[in-house]
């Protein structure tokens, strides 16, 4: 479980984040849309502290921390628990697909690099890409480039990953398999949160969907309550743009 009390962020005087509030269930999958500039992505890097949150507090499981006040031993202790998939893949690009996913084994989980490596090995089989584990990234496809990044983030079997709008850099025609891929990891029973402007997609995964704006949340729901019965009008108006009436599901 993951709960956000109150966080707060602000870039100077510009307040990204004012006061959010979520809890993702363990093992649900939470999908957050909006527009963007909402805050959704400075929302999933001041839970993974790449960003440091003014205020609030986050449980992850039974570690409870200030968002201020926290220490790098709490900063630590939230890591090894999160794992992030970036939009723009974030792969070292002087290591190959293996180098880059056994990075977090050793560096981060201490593993010795015979046992990262025979994970790294089996999770790149599970992507897709055992044919590839010796590539460098500029000589991999941004579909491929994700899956290793998707790849980096199974290994390192964590409570929770943050996927940041995982195929807004991709072709259109690699959004499917990249989608089909996270369904997979779904499976798998992690709890996600996914930031994605993909509707069908968090129609047909989510538990919650929750629908941000302007650094808040609107509204939250399950799909069928939001997507189908949206009860504020900004959300209404929002979805009114982005999905043809005939594609809304009705649950």
């Not at 983030?153 to 964590?158: D, E, G, K, R, T």
């Not at 209404?236 to 809304?248: G, V, W």
Request: with cysteine; hydrophobic share 40%.
């Amino acid at each position: 479980m993951i709960k956000i009390d109150d966080l707060k962020k602000s870039f100077g005087r510009n307040q990204i984040l004012k006061g959010v509030s979520i809890e993702v269930e363990q093992g649900g999958v939470t999908v957050i849309i909006g527009p963007s500039g909402s805050g959704k992505t400075t929302l999933l890097r001041c839970i993974d502290f790449l960003e440091r949150a003014d205020s609030g507090r986050l449980t992850l499981g039974d570690i409870t921390v200030d968002l201020e006040k926290c220490h790098k031993k709490d900063i630590l202790a939230i890591r090894r628990k999160c794992a992030f998939v970036f939009q723009n893949y974030g792969l070292f690009q002087n290591k190959t697909a293996l180098e880059n996913v056994m990075e977090g084994l050793t560096v981060v989980q201490k593993k010795s690099r015979e046992e990262a490596r025979r994970i790294a090995a089996e999770t790149l089989d599970w992507v897709g890409l055992s044919d590839r584990m010796d590539y460098y990234p500029v000589n991999l496809s941004g579909g491929q480039q994700q899956r290793v990044g998707i790849a980096r983030a199974v290994a390192l079997s964590p409570d929770v990953i943050l996927f940041d709008e995982p195929t807004s850099a991709l072709d259109p025609e690699l959004v499917g398999e990249t989608l089909e891929l996270i369904k997979k990891v779904a499976n798998r029973g992690i709890t996600m949160i996914v930031v994605t402007h993909e509707m069908a997609f968090a129609q047909d995964v989510a538990n919650q969907v929750i629908f941000m704006d302007e650094g808040v949340v609107v509204e939250a729901g399950t799909p069928g309550e939001v997507f189908s019965h949206p009860k504020n009008e900004r959300t209404k108006q929002f979805l009114a743009r982005i999905i043809p009436e005939d594609t809304i599901y009705y649950i």
